[in-house]
């Protein structure tokens, strides 16, 4: 598991850089002209010119020159990216990490800190209105900053998962840790173009977005290491009610890739799942109300975009079962036969509809068992990756299971974990520490350690596309809900609601500025200059006429008894109260927080 020592990793300055690696220990100067990023285990420097972002590589000499000056002088642990607005370029760098376990022997680090350095002393020569607009960007750079559920390694590509890398070249271990990457699972990818062009290989940490929880227990008095690591794709990056199903080329949101990985007495084992968005064009626009309506959003590409994503996942990962957890009525229920109408539709693809909420209801986990007996000569068919010591590959897993709720959180990961407890019993049999009869349910520490990864995992997962912890969070841990459960929830579900409503526009424009679906460039006409008003601006007001008025009505006619005129003033307040409220729900999605930079699609 994620360490939760947030003291800052040893230094490694004493042990050489390896082929393809990365510099694990920085050193930041900050001149009043520039910037000098300079490795500690390795001779590479640069600078960035703080008029304008530009970026030199150095020379050992003129790294090592001004060492002596007036400088602020601290440790950075990498360099993210550099990204270019209209005063000049912003640097983000690493300013503190942890430890977060290993990876097949390497090891893996959690993002704590981040910041950015501003390159932007053009600033003054901007009118003003791109004065406000870089005030705007500045802002999502800010939001960017505190961006969780980052990991890297220095000395590892984390992008693929075993079985794709085990049967790449050897070479390809040689080569830049960002060469060797699947664009994809990069976070950071649009950050990198700089640095890429600059041949600053040293410097160029991918990052993913995701989740990586590890742990030991002991078999048969053999230690067994259980490590859960999820990938978030990046091709349709967003937030939970900004970014809903397809876009036209068929990337899904919240599609992430989580692989289980078991290793015992030399064997190391892999089980790949997948989750992500239904894969149609469909919306949930937020107006103030607890669950908004869900649109389907009627376009001729439809089957295409289906088409598209079906045969990307197929090529990457081979068979596919795809599990449909939604409801099979309301709102639900139509995306749900929308989807298994355009699946009847895809040859070689396994679809099944299983209505968690109707089937589960009550809190019961084991009636996923009725989903399992329909599916489980299939998984057992598909299997998983298995290898030795020596890198032979024993078992290869054929195929993947592709789960999805309406946000691919709560339903899907206590599917998945569902899914996962039957593999990991498969996995620890192959690998003889585990009887065929014995399961890891028999022993309650066991099960108790793999019920925690899977409710972590899930909880990251959730803070990262809906800002809050996961719910049913109980139905893992304990197979039903509980009170302390039930309250978690509540709250959850209530920081979700605010979060979506009055925060994740501008938290999507954040995310389309970072991954570079809106492109900064100068001379273009301001995305925030259109002559209206912002409407969630007047909601502090409303909401403020609306309390105001509640009192002010509770009070007189608290005092209807003692003078008529009260009667009419409580009818006056009460009108007004009811008018108000009225205004707002009928106008609910302008005063809710919207994106400005990029469309739904």
Known sequence: MASADADEAPLLSEEPLCPGSCSRELELREFRDRYVIRSLDGAAAFAVARSGGSIRPLSPEEAAAGAGSDCKVSRIYGVVGIIRLLAGSYVLVITSRKDAGSYQGSPVYHVN???????????????????????YFMSLL??????????????????????????????????????????????NKNLLEELIEAKLDEFIIPLIQGSFQSAQFTLKDRPVRITLFSRRCNRRLGTRMWRRGANLEGATANFV????????????????????????????????????????????????VVQR?????????????????????????????????????????????????????????????????????????????????????????????????IDCLDRTNVTQSFLARKSLDSQLQRMGALLSSESISLSDNINDIFKKLWVEHGDELSLEYAGSYALKGDLVRYGRQTL????????????????????????????????????????????????????????PVASAIIVGGITATTFTLSQVGRNAQHLISSIICAGLTVGVVALVKANGKQFCSRPRLCGLI
């Not at 986990?365 to 057992?380: G, M, R, V």
């Not at 500025?513 to 460039?521: A, D, H, P, R």
């Open 484 to 539: 302390p459960g039930l309250i978690k929830d509540g709250m959850s579900a209530l920081s979700r609601y605010y979060l979506n409503n009055f925060h994740d526009g501008v938290r999507q424009d954040a995310l389309d500025l970072i991954s570079g679906y809106y492109t900064v460039s100068q001379g273009s006409s301001s995305p925030f200059h259109n002559g209206g008003f912002e409407s969630s601006s007047y909601l």
């Open 309 to 405: 994503h079906f045969h990307d996942l197929s090529q990457r990962y081979g068979e596919a079962i795809v599990i449909d957890l939604t409801d099979k009525r309301g709102d639900e229920g139509d995306l749900s036969n929308a989807f298994a109408a355009e699946m009847g539709r895809i040859p070689g693809v396994r679809y099944i509809h299983f209505d968690f909420h109707h089937v589960c209801r009550g809190g019961n986990f084991d009636n996923l068992q009725a989903l399992y007996n329909q599916i489980e000569e299939a998984i057992h068919k598909q299997g998983y990756f298995l290898m030795n010591t020596k890198g032979e590959i024993l078992l290869e897993q054929s195929g993947v299971v592709r789960s999805n709720c």
């Open 257 to 304: 890739e989580t692989e289980q990985l078991v290793e015992y007495e030399g064997l190391t084992s892999s089980f790949i799942q997948v989750r992500g968005s239904i894969p149609l064009l469909w919306e949930q626009i937020v107006d103030l109300s607890y669950k908004p309506r869900l649109s389907i959003i009627e376009h001729e590409e439809t089957p295409k």
């Open 142 to 187: 800010r939001i960017a900053e505190t961006t969780c559920g980052l990991y890297y390694s220095y000395v590892r590509d984390l992008t693929l998962n075993l079985q794709r890398a085990s049967k790449l070249a050897a070479g390809r271990v040689h080569k830049p840790l960002w060469k060797q990457a699947d664009p994809r699972f990069v976070w």
């Open 113 to 135: 800190s981040m910041k950015f350095l501003c390159c932007n002393e053009a600033i003054k020569h901007l009118t003003p209105q791109e004065r406000r607009d870089e005030a």
